[in-house]
């Protein structure tokens, strides 16, 4: 299982952010992927997640109605579109499988992608 | 909400001192729970899953218990390499993870 996540970056609050996860090494569309951030200094924080299909989203009450999960079954590739950025979400983002095509527990996870959201 | 929470936050132990994390759900989980260790820099890598059952790899001096609302993750001997953050995570209902222990040598 690999997956690279990538589309972090410096982005001022308000601002808008798209982040992407290619899988490989597993049935993509048998798996539901989901979005974990640690901020500095912080604990991680489920963030996002999306089941295999598609059709069902989550979010953290955090990041409802700014983010939103999606993915592309025939590209292998989890998206997570970050919209009206706070400074709270700066953080590290990391892209990880779960164990169930709807659910489960993170089994693999990438290594991360940095949003920093400053002035 | 389910709402975990972890105990201690901080621990310091000597190498080959037995280690107990506790982590507490907020409401009945059944045996929904992982555990993580996380080094700086490092992807999480996941040690338990259904709350007992060891990831393959891992090796045999980590274990989990418990069910419902209470659960342990016990170091058998520690060892330096197990320097980290152990952070548990309830996928009952979404996901929620504890707010970490963080492990320290002596």
């Known amino acids: 299982v690999q997956l690279l996540e990538s589309g972090g970056g410096l982005v001022q609050p308000g601002g808008s952010l798209r982040l992407s996860c290619a899988a490989s090494?597993?049935?993509?569309?048998?798996?539901?992927m989901s979005w974990v951030r640690q901020a500095p200094g912080k604990g991680l924080e489920w963030v996002s997640a999306?089941?295999?299909?598609?059709?069902?989203?989550y979010y953290a009450d955090s990041v409802k109605g700014r983010f939103t999960i999606s993915r592309d079954n025939s590209k292998n590739t989890v998206f997570l579109q970050m919209n009206s950025l706070r400074a709270e979400d700066t953080a590290l983002y990391y892209c990880?499988?779960?164990?169930?095509?709807?659910?489960?527990?993170?089994?693999?996870w990438g290594q991360g992608t940095l949003v920093t959201v400053s002035s | 909400d389910i709402q975990m929470t972890q105990s201690p936050s901080t621990l310091s132990a000597s190498v080959g001192d037995r280690v107990t994390i506790t982590c507490r759900a907020s409401?009945?989980?059944?045996?929904?729970l992982t555990w993580y260790q996380h080094k700086p820099g490092k992807a999480p890598k996941l040690l338990i899953y259904?709350?007992?059952t060891l990831e393959i790899g891992v090796p045999s001096r980590f274990s989990g218990s418990g069910s419902g609302t209470e659960f342990t993750l016990t170091i058998s001997s520690l060892q330096p390499d197990d320097s980290a953050t152990y952070y548990c995570?309830?996928?009952?209902?979404?996901?929620?993870f504890g707010q970490g222990t963080k492990v320290e040598i002596k």
């Open positions: 990880s499988k779960d164990d169930e095509v709807d659910g489960g527990y993170n089994d693999d």
């Open positions: 090494g597993f049935t993509f569309s048998s798996y539901t």
């Open positions: 999306i089941s295999g299909s598609g059709n069902n989203n």
């Open positions: 409401q009945n989980i059944r045996s929904w």
């Open positions: 259904k709350a007992s």
């Open positions: 995570q309830q996928y009952n209902h979404y996901w929620t």
